[in-house]
């Protein structure tokens, strides 16, 4: 059996958990039709899902295409939830990315597409609701060339466009695409200039640039009517089976991208497993930066038809459901640890808020509440100061916000408040400083001498920690105490914010025998730290986005001059006719209010695209933005 783990992207409202719905019908995974109006669908299996009408959990169901298992992974399309997309893409062979007719490019479908590109992921574009009025055909395929960036290959076309006749006819072979296809074979090229290719030929070229994530074959239908699923179907089949071929070793290598409670809250891990495979009463080792654990496999169940699992060993290729890992987290990797490098192509968030509960006294439950939510979504950062124990969260949006406080209402019965979400603000290392508490010193009331040395690091390496003394100078346990105090006290940071991009240096270190202990290194840490740090100096910064901005032409000098306002920095600007495009960077505390001032800008038609762009130095602590 040959097995396809296939991702369903899309922008919000593009028709992706419906296009899920049709493909299970369709292949008879399902007998009955599910619909998100009416919140029987297979994937949106969560109450908030289901009463929201949107996608927030990734979900899997399987269908089967012939010989190839299809194991489809429905994510969410809303950007707050981007966290579940980035899980997603590190176990798919192969997208089915959804555009819709009428609406045509969205900003979260660039940025998906974006992605998918970086890590040469196959992509099908299915073209949905061409049973809509305003749908539309060429203007839409010159849109996908031209605003996604990527070689399309239409494979059918639509007769009665827009209206509820709508039909798919199939092209074969796709007209005027040979030049594009050449572009990336010199022997297709060659063949193409002697006249010799035949139909057979096109389709072949066709599949092989797709699976390697050059072309994009676009495929039109209705997910509501299933006009064009039955060409979609075999378009999965032919194009994208054999994209995602298993590891050639029979070592375990596996990794966690989901994690969910069963009836007796036990936890339970969905784990793609890309070689070896995993049963249950398997002992197993799983992995994350450097910590190693092992524990014993009580349950595995592997994706049968629909929801459906079975009880099995999972194998290479497929995604199971393993119970009994009692510390499994979403991301570890179990059994052979050398992907630990795999890229994070999405940063963690960078907005936070305050949760106050309704009633102080539930404080310790709606913080464990919160832990439980953050363990799956690790991207929900969720810190309680030690001494005020005020409960913050770190987030991407506002609809995430809602959908925790609904959460913990429902489900565990916490009223909440939120405070005004801010963007998170951190520093970094702008010199170096030195510090060293003796034993003998009497300011220094533990056993343990400790200097550390603190300067800045790359942008982007976090901690660097190292060390200027003998690794036997100290028990081991002395140095783990050092590193994890070091780790702790930078996360808080001496004014309250993280410091980011540090190099700390173990320069001293003594001892008594056998009076000193791990404790005494773990309390004199942050002294020495925080004044290594104040020697060295940190300056504060401010998350910013990429701004990317598509505008009518006669309104780029007020944009511009509003996006310049807001403590935007303008990168480039390109006028093609009556179009201009507009890319700079903004504070991530004025996107939103930019992002609802540019249709006033623009007259309605301007379009934005936003991305994470990293820190930056803070310009100034109160910007104004005119209204």
Aim: net charge negative; hydrophobic share 40%; glycine share 10%.
């Amino acid at each position: 059996m040959e097995y396809l783990n296939l991702g369903i992207l899309a922008h919000v409202d593009a028709g992706k958990t419906s296009l899920t719905e049709r493909l299970l019908h369709h292949t008879g995974a399902i007998g009955t039709l599910g619909r998100v109006d009416t919140g029987d669908t297979r994937t949106d299996t969560m109450e908030l899902e289901r009463r929201r009408g949107i996608t927030i959990r990734s979900a899997v169901v399987s269908f089967r295409v012939g010989d190839l298992r299809v194991n489809l992974i429905d994510t969410p399309g809303h950007p707050d939830f981007i966290a579940e997309v980035e899980r997603a893409l590190r176990v798919l062979d192969g997208v089915v990315l959804v555009v819709s007719a009428v609406e045509g490019v969205q900003a979260q479908t660039r940025v998906l597409m974006r992605a998918l590109e970086r890590l040469r992921i196959p992509v099908l574009i299915f073209v949905n609701k061409i049973d809509r009025a305003g749908a539309r055909y060429d203007g839409l395929l010159s849109d996908l060339s031209e605003r996604l960036g990527v070689a399309c290959v239409p494979m059918s076309e639509v007769d009665d466009m827009g209206t509820a006749t709508a039909k798919v006819r199939p092209l074969s072979p796709p007209a005027g695409q040979a030049e594009q296809l050449a572009e990336h074979s010199d022997a297709f090229l060659t063949a193409y200039l002697e006249d010799t290719l035949t139909a057979e030929d096109y389709r072949a070229e066709i599949v092989r640039q797709t699976r390697r994530g050059v072309v994009s074959p676009i495929f039109f239908g209705s997910a509501r009517s299933g006009e064009g699923i039955d060409g979609l179907t075999s378009g999965i089949r032919e194009f994208l089976a054999g994209a995602g071929k298993p590891v050639p070793d029979d070592r375990l290598r596996a990794t966690v991208f989901k994690i969910e409670r069963g009836r007796a809250h036990e936890k339970i891990a969905y784990v793609r497993v890309f070689s070896g495979e995993i049963g249950a009463r398997d002992h197993v080792r799983f992995h994350r930066r450097g910590l190693t654990k092992e524990a014993k496999v009580s349950a595995v169940r592997v994706f049968e038809l629909g929801d459906e699992t079975v009880e099995a060993r999972a194998r290479a290729g497929q995604i199971a459901k393993v119970a009994g890992l009692k510390e499994i987290r979403i991301g570890d990797l179990i059994g052979v640890p050398e992907d630990e490098g795999a890229a994070t192509q999405f940063p963690p968030p960078a907005l936070e808020t305050v949760v106050t509960p309704a009633l102080p006294a539930q404080t310790p439950a709606v913080f464990a509440a919160l832990q439980e939510l953050a363990e799956q979504d690790p991207l929900i950062t969720v810190r309680q100061d030690d001494e005020t124990r005020r409960i913050s969260v770190r987030l991407y949006g506002e609809v995430q916000k809602e959908i925790i406080a609904e959460t913990l209402a429902a489900q565990h019965g916490l009223d909440v408040d939120f405070s005004l979400t801010r963007p998170v603000l951190v520093e970094r290392p702008i010199g170096t400083g030195h510090s060293v508490w003796f034993i003998t010193e009497k300011r220094n009331p533990y056993f343990a001498t400790l200097g550390l040395r603190v300067g800045p690091g790359a942008p982007g390496s976090g901690l660097t920690f190292g060390l200027d003394v003998e690794l036997g100078s100290l028990p081991l346990a002395f140095h783990k105490a050092i590193e994890e105090t070091v780790d702790a006290t930078l996360r808080r940071g001496p004014s309250g914010r993280e410091v980011i991009d540090c190099v700390v240096t173990v320069t001293h270190t003594g001892y008594f025998s056998p009076v000193s202990a791990a404790g005494d290194f773990r309390k004199v840490t942050p002294f020495v730290l925080a004044e290594a740090l104040r020697e060295a100096g940190t300056e504060v910064l401010e998350p910013v986005s990429r701004v990317e901005l598509e505008l009518p032409a006669g309104t780029l000098p007020a944009t511009l001059s509003r996006l310049v306002e807001g403590g935007g920095l303008v990168t480039g600007s390109v006028v093609r006719g009556d179009r201009a495009e507009l890319t700079g960077v903004l504070p991530l505390g004025e996107v939103a209010r930019f992002d609802q001032q540019l249709p006033g800008l623009t007259h309605g038609e301007g379009l934005m695209i936003t991305e994470p762009a990293g820190y930056r130095p803070r310009v100034s602590p109160n910007r104004p933005m005119p209204g």
